[in-house]
């Protein structure tokens, strides 16, 4: 099990970017948060399989169609099991 921690910049709040993140991570079956930060950016954690993860990592490397990413930091980490028992966003 891998924890993925993204910060995406870019136009990515009020174009729909957390409903559809959860929609994919819910695809995928990950759990963790999508949220927005006051700096503009939104920020993601997530837990699963690697192959999993790194789907979701190239979808928001693109976005939903209004967004327009700019960047995306991503951070992985091993982890023993997962804390989060769905995919909220907050």
């Not at 099990?1 to 929609?23: A, D, P, S, W, Y």
């Not at 790194?54 to 991503?74: F, N, S, T």
Request: charged content about 35%; hydrophobic content about 40%; overall charge neutral.
């Amino acid at each position: 099990m891998k924890q993925l921690h993204l910060t995406i910049h870019g136009n990515v709040q009020g174009v729909f970017f957390r409903e559809k993140i959860k929609e994919k991570a819910d695809e995928l079956r990950l759990f963790g948060y999508v949220r927005n930060i006051s700096d503009g950016t939104v920020e993601v954690v997530v837990h699963g399989d690697e192959q999993s993860l790194k789907k979701l990592l190239e979808w928001c490397r693109i976005g939903p169609r209004l967004a327009m990413v700019e960047r995306v930091d991503e951070v992985w980490k091993d982890i023993g099991k997962t804390e989060f028992s769905e995919f909220k966003i907050i």
